[in-house]
């Protein structure tokens, strides 16, 4: 069983820097892998990035490499994603999500979710 909270997200104006937070709680958090999806009104979840948490490897979306960077701290059972010069593009409802096993892009294979957080982008 794995929960998940996330926070940080608010308003910002283009071309700045915003970090949002995911408070991890899981039994075996070294088997696991957390990822960060964000969907608008009407579209499904995207990927944007994800990190094996016992490895520390990650991926990205392509739009989002070189400007986002996603990381976990162990010891305060946090991942975060530091997004940098951000696009009114960016703007979005952003989920932490995690699952077992490797790592995936798609949103199907991920059986834990947040309750998301909101990022608005203005020009």
């Known amino acids: 069983q794995v929960q998940l909270a996330e926070s940080g997200g608010r308003l910002v104006q283009a071309g700045d820097s915003l970090r949002i937070e995911c408070a991890v709680s899981?039994?075996?958090?070294?088997?696991?892998?957390v990822a960060w999806f964000r969907q608008t009104q009407g579209k499904e979840r995207e990927f944007v990035a994800n990190?094996?948490?016992?490895?520390?490897?990650?991926d990205y979306l392509d739009s989002v490499q070189g400007r986002f960077i996603i990381s976990r701290d162990i010891a305060k059972n946090t991942a975060a994603l530091h997004m940098n010069t951000v696009k009114v593009e960016d703007t979005a409802i952003y989920f932490c999500?995690?699952?077992?096993?490797?790592?995936?892009?798609?949103?199907?294979?991920?059986?834990?979710w947040g309750q998301g957080t909101q990022v608005t982008v203005s020009s």
């Open positions: 999500a995690a699952r077992q096993g490797s790592a995936q892009t798609s949103a199907k294979y991920y059986s834990y």
């Open positions: 899981a039994r075996f958090p070294s088997t696991i892998v």
């Open positions: 990190i094996k948490w016992g490895s520390g490897s990650t």
